[in-house]
């Protein structure tokens, strides 16, 4: 038995699908380069991809056919030796459309296996972002912003060649750079993104992450029952419509708060959430309305709060609100938890105020969803900048 | 009004007799069962039923939402929805109008739907036949349907009050399709003993959806998406609920029989002249009218020739039919359908009792097929005997084709 090598690549559905596949069918190609046979596909679960709902594609590579085969035998790896997540918002969590909950990030990494970010942000922040692990890891972080090339636009800002060039340096055994860089000008017949592949190569350091750092909560888990042990007729229980609740200030109950599945969350979807300026607000109810998630509580003083358990960023309320800047759109990124924002208004609407102000400060900055016609092609330059100077 | 209140109840105890279709014997059934959903799409020879029903309905003799759908897949998934609903639910097809409802026929046994339907065996197209083949029923076989030939309006009437009860019995919920040969059974009028209300409400308990009751009080999700973790689990409760319904078809006509008096003996099959029988014929639904007369004429000659008619196609009694067929020397079965491509090219049916010999701990006696009565086309009384040729040919060891046809011009 030769050594087996996995490689998944977490990406946003739809908006990254070309990126991924690009980046495991070059990763197959460059082992084939250097003598080791693979495959590459994306997870059977995943298809039809949703809009910007967590997907995987795995690359699987064997020294030799025997090896490949064994680990083809299986439905997807169990575990990889490197982990490629090109969205840094989906290091909170996977929750993938036909999956159970919210898995981490790093689940399927080996003990000492690679976690690759493409990110602005530091490491602290990944590493906080994370779920914590009982052995520790490698963190790698490729400086940039997702790059979203999937179905509905392509921004060939190198992110794929960059993040090859930088396997090659921290997975050496699977292939080398040359091999890489011949399949780069081969697929892609781009001298220049070879040599992107070259710096990122020379560049990429990774940080240790010990079991003592990440986010602390214990992964979603559960048993799966029996087939006895299972309702009959495909029937589950409906999650109950919803009720009012208490105003911490006044003790009245009001509004509406609709159930939410306990278990199923949706904000892994997320890269950006709505920010809620309360004192501007009109109580116009379009936000509401809209919302394709009933993510909207209606609060006790009958204001909208949009509930982060069940918001999965799509922007329509930032959209269809009539006030300027009372739903802004902020980077998931910059957020640690999913607790209320109407909570904390009504704690301390000063501070609040402040919180409001310095998250809002960077209108504009968003990973998807573009504010106007060209905006993904003003962010190449910038991008191919970084891809040049690192 | 005291009256007229005597002679409801004089209606409601009393039997009468009456000169009705096959179709029509399916209709009052549906009467007798109090049914609530009935949804309707014409196509020849289910059509009948319709009319019956119909007819049923405009004089307020039953009081049900009477629905003419677009088409056969609508019509399917009305009665679905409304059966999950809490309703007792009745619908039906034919041919290609029974294939035209294959995606909503696929659903009703995975979730559970508990719905009656009647077919009036049509070949399927092209061409455009309407003589009776058995194809389209048998579509369903692998669904978890349960499938029933008749070959009475007698038995199409008391077959569909059985079917209800088995359907709903919540061991069970699951669907029955009702097979009625088009023509020989849904156009032709015989003496049909018809039930009193008093008993069939005595033999037939109402629908209770209970725990899947699609209902504000008590919500559920219905068939929400699930990946491999799931459907071989959600498989495997529909393969014990099947397995289960032998036992609550055996336990719906005894107790058929202590209600109302007539009985069918074994449910699954028929058998005709068997006791001393050197071989044997089997076949389903209205074959066996020629089958039982050559046989008759047969043993007048000396041959000593039975014949087994099946009713439950779905479940299929594999064990007790293999002990009975092992009694006989060899056995021809009558297909009314086909199988292009299957082993031994045989039909549906003959390859079905082929497989539950070869595992049976007793003795397997030779196979015939015989391919005879396709679209409608009529089984002759020769063209039996010359079907019984072969199958004492086989029982005497000679060598001949696993598969004939019969009635052809060549």
């Known amino acids: ?390 | 009004m005291a009256q007229l209140a005597a002679v409801l109840e004089d209606q409601r105890k009393s039997e009468e007799t009456a000169l009705i279709t096959g179709s029509e014997a399916i209709a009052v059934a549906c009467k007798l069962a109090d049914v609530d959903v009935i949804t309707a799409y014409p196509i020849r020879p289910y059509d009948t039923v319709m009319q019956y029903v119909s007819k049923l309905v405009a004089n307020g003799e039953l009081d049900c939402e009477y629905i003419v759908a677009e088409g056969e897949h609508s019509q399917f998934e009305i009665v679905k929805h409304a059966s999950a609903c809490g309703a007792r639910v009745f619908c039906g097809s034919s041919g290609v109008g029974w294939m035209y409802a294959m995606e909503a026929l696929t659903v009703t046994p995975a979730l559970r739907i508990p719905m009656v339907a009647m077919v009036g065996n049509r070949a399927l197209d092209d061409p455009g036949a309407f003589g009776v083949e058995h194809n389209d029923a048998l579509t369903v076989r692998d669904l978890g349907w349960q499938l029933v030939w008749v070959d009475t309006a007698q038995e199409a009437l008391d077959t569909a009050l059985i079917a209800y009860r088995v359907a709903e019995d919540r061991r069970i919920f699951l669907p029955c399709a009702i097979s009625c040969d088009g023509a020989f059974l849904t156009h032709s009028q015989a003496l049909v003993k018809i039930p009193s209300q008093e008993k069939v409400n005595e033999f037939l308990p109402r629908y209770n959806r209970a725990d899947l009751l699609l209902h504000p009080d008590n919500p559920i999700t219905v068939a929400p998406q699930g990946n491999e973790d799931w459907v071989m689990e959600i498989r495997r409760q529909n393969y014990a609920a099947m397995e289960r319904t032998s036992e609550v078809i055996r336990e719906a006509y005894a107790d058929f029989e202590r209600i109302f008096g007539r009985s069918y003996g074994n449910p699954f099959f028929e058998e005709y002249e068997t006791e001393d029988a050197d071989v044997v014929l089997m076949g389903m639904g209205t074959l066996s009218t020629p089958v039982k007369v050559a046989i008759r004429k047969m043993r007048k000659e000396g041959k000593k020739v039975g014949f087994v008619r099946m009713r439950w196609f779905r479940p299929f009694a594999a064990q007790e039919l293999a002990k009975s067929l092992g009694r006989f020397k060899a056995v021809g079965v009558v297909d009314r359908d086909y199988s292009f491509g299957s082993p031994y090219m045989s039909g549906v049916v003959t390859n079905e009792v082929r497989s539950a010999l070869y595992s049976a701990p007793g003795p397997k006696p030779p196979v015939v097929g015989f391919i005879a009565g396709l679209g409608g086309r009529e089984v002759t009384v020769p063209d039996v005997e010359r079907i019984t040729d072969g199958v004492y040919k086989a029982a005497e060891g000679k060598s001949q084709p696993l598969t004939q046809w019969i009635g052809l011009r060549e």
């Open chain 1, 1 to 390: 038995m030769g050594r087996l090598f996995a490689i998944e690549i977490i990406y946003r559905g739809i908006f990254q699908k070309l990126l991924a596949g690009r980046i495991s069918r070059a990763i197959v190609l460059a082992a084939h380069h250097d003598g080791k046979p693979g495959i590459s596909f994306g997870r059977y679960g995943d298809s039809p991809e949703r809009n910007g709902i967590p997907a995987k594609n795995f690359a699987i590579v064997g020294t030799d056919e025997e090896t490949l085969q064994q680990g083809m035998a299986k439905y997807e790896p169990k575990e990889v030796d490197i982990t490629i997540c090109v969205d840094d918002t989906l290091c909170k969590g996977v929750e993938s459309w036909a999956w159970y909950g919210l898995q981490p990030v790093n689940k399927l990494l080996k003990p000492g296996g690679t976690l690759i970010v493409t990110s602005l942000e530091s490491p602290e922040t990944i590493i906080g972002m994370a779920h914590r692990k009982d052995e520790p890891y490698k963190l790698a972080i490729l400086k940039g912003t997702p790059s979203f090339s999937g179905l509905w636009v392509f921004k060939d800002d190198h992110t794929d060649v960059r993040i090859l060039g930088a396997i090659a340096k921290l997975l050496p055994e699977l292939f080398s750079l040359k091999a890489v860089q011949d399949v780069i000008v081969k697929e892609w017949k781009d001298p220049v993104k070879a040599e992107s592949a070259a710096r990122s190569h020379e560049r990429i350091t990774t940080s240790t992450v010990k079991p003592n750092q990440g986010n602390p909560e214990t992964p979603y888990k559960f048993e799966f029952p029996k087939w006895h042990e299972m309702g009959e007729g495909i029937a589950i229980p409906s999650i109950p419509a919803g009720h009012s609740y208490e105003d911490p200030n006044t003790h009245a109950m009001g509004g509406f708060r609709p159930d939410r599945n306990p278990t199923f969350k949706k904000f892994t979807t997320r890269t950006m959430r709505p920010v809620v300026n309360f004192d501007t607000c009109i109580k116009c109810t379009l936000c509401w309305l809209h919302c394709p998630d009933s993510c909207f509580d209606v609060t006790p003083d009958n204001l909208y709060d949009a509930n982060m358990q069940a918001c999965c960023g799509c922007g329509v309320c930032e959209a269809v609100c009539p006030v300027k800047e009372c739903v802004t759109m902020v980077n998931e990124a910059e957020f640690s938890d999913n607790s209320s924002q109407w909570e904390s208004w009504k704690k301390d609407k000063e501070a609040y105020k402040v919180w409001l102000q310095d998250k809002i400060k960077g209108h504009g900055e968003r990973s998807h969803g573009f504010r106007y016609r060209g905006q993904y092609e003003e962010q190449v330059p910038e991008m191919l900048q970084i891809a040049r100077e690192g």
